[in-house]
């Protein structure tokens, strides 16, 4: 395989220059810090006054982590560490655990940013000859605007058709000649059921490739997205406290998130004790970012669990990968006094070639206990007057569900197309247990 690289020079830099790179931008970000009301208290309170305090890289481990509370509390402007004239754009989260944050880019930040999210798609053998979709929301959320800056910069022709309406998408892609998209892994699950339902034929389109990101999927969502729409899927992460995406991506070989370590530290740490974990083992991922002058943000607590791979990638980046994230510390569901995470119930329903392409988690109080039910679409070929094949195949997803959760559940299955469809992340899990205060 011949890999492409954006930016040979730092994709490719040896280790030791990439961690003299980092202390050298480290440097930079907290002289930056120290301008910013937030960083100054929190800084200083570490007894970081200057720069030169930090020594090496280890002693950002005497930086304070800082929060999305944190973020919060700094709003609107506690963490500008420029003039707010120089400001030329803002960004917010998305708000799934809360009130959004907002994020500050300068001009130079801008290019930056888009530098590294061209240099994520370039490197999945993207050139400025294919046509790229972008079907997913522009506006405040990071994804839209990132991907179609980066998108221009390789040269590719982008069509900023944002998320939602599959038959436009239809029409768009078969006008235009479409062969790479952007999507959340949820909206191309539904994009594939649309296009059966729609009967539109797979040769009728030239799309080859999707990048899917800004919400967790299992590996075996991928394999499925890319058999039935015979595509290759990479996965894309990034958040918008650290930009949006752009932050890690899969290369060519698809085996873990290269994060880019020239615009980003990044660090693995056991989310209770805070403590950093063992080489390779997995814990929260914290980040601090080296190529933002508006709005430093150092040691973040993401909340997303992931961890390191021991091994350097084949294709030559000396840049290390993520694990695929399983979601975020605090999407864990205690039920019946039993941890369970969402990832774990979707690795057991979409390695099931019965189960259709869509699905929902329900939680209930049911008198003293609480009762999951699972909600799963089932494929079209599957759905038919006969009651058997659905029984067996519920009586299945329950009894493969409770030896992997040791809970369980009630199993639904639903017509294709029938469980609710978001446009932005998809809601997975719906709660209705009454809140304590
Ligand atoms: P919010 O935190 O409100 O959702 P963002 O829109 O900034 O705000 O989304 C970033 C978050 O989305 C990440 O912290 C992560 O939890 C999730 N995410 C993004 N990309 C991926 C991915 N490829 N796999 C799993 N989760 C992802
Ligand atoms: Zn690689």
């Not at 006054?49 to 481990?61: A, G, M, Q, T």
Request: include cysteine; hydrophobic fraction near 35%; aromatic fraction near 8%.
């Amino acid at each position: 395989m011949t890999y492409q690289y954006w930016n040979p020079e730092y994709e490719q830099m040896p280790r030791r220059e990439l961690e003299a790179w980092q202390l050298a931008r480290l440097r930079e970000t907290v002289a930056r810090s120290l301008r910013t009301p937030f960083y100054q208290k929190r800084l200083g309170e570490a007894g970081i006054r200057e720069p030169e305090d930090l020594r090496s890289l280890e002693d950002l481990r005497r930086v304070p982590f800082t929060t999305k509370q944190d973020l919060r509390e700094g709003f609107p402007y506690g963490f500008l560490a420029i003039p707010r004239e120089e400001v030329v754009r803002l960004h917010a989260s998305s708000g799934t655990t809360g009130i959004p944050t907002t994020v500050y880019f300068s001009r130079g930040d801008l290019a930056r940013w888009s530098g590294f999210v061209a240099r994520c798609i370039y490197g999945t053998g993207c050139t400025r000859e294919d046509v790229f979709q972008n079907m997913i929301t522009y506006g405040l959320f990071t994804g839209g605007l990132g991907f179609h800056a980066g998108a221009e910069e390789v040269g590719m022709l982008v069509i900023p058709s944002g998320a939602g309406n599959t038959t436009r998408q239809f029409r768009l892609m078969r006008d235009f000649g479409t062969t790479v998209v952007h999507a959340t892994p949820s909206f191309l699950l539904h994009v594939e059921a649309k296009m059966r339902e729609e009967g539109i034929r797979r040769d009728a389109l030239r799309l080859r490739k999707a990048f899917a990101g800004a919400e967790p999927y299992s590996e075996d969502t991928r394999r499925r997205i890319e058999e039935l729409l015979a595509i290759d899927v990479y996965n894309s992460y990034g958040l918008s406290e650290m930009n949006g995406p752009g932050v890690a991506f899969e290369c060519q070989r698809k085996n873990g998130l290269h994060l880019w370590e020239d615009g980003y530290i990044a660090e693995i740490i056991d989310p209770h004790t805070l403590e950093p974990v063992a080489d390779g083992g997995r814990g929260e991922l914290v980040l601090t970012i080296l190529c933002r002058e508006a709005a430093p943000i150092l040691r973040y607590r993401t909340r997303d669990l992931t961890g390191f791979y021991p091994d350097p990638c084949p294709c030559g980046r000396t840049h290390r990968r993520l694990y695929r994230i399983t979601g975020r510390s605090d999407d864990m569901l205690i039920i019946n006094g039993v941890n369970v995470f969402p990832s774990q119930i979707e690795e057991v329903i979409m390695a099931m070639k019965e189960v259709g392409n869509n699905y929902l988690i329900e939680i209930e109080k049911d008198g003293v206990l609480d009762r999951l039910t699972v909600k799963t679409e089932v494929g079209p070929a599957t759905f038919r007057d006969d009651t058997r094949p659905l029984n067996a195949l519920k009586e299945k997803i329950r009894h493969t569900l409770q030896a992997s959760i040791t809970i369980n559940p009630r199993v639904e299955l639903h017509e294709s197309g029938s469980l609710p469809v978001s446009e932005g992340k998809a809601v997975r899990v719906v709660d209705k247990r009454p809140r304590d205060v």
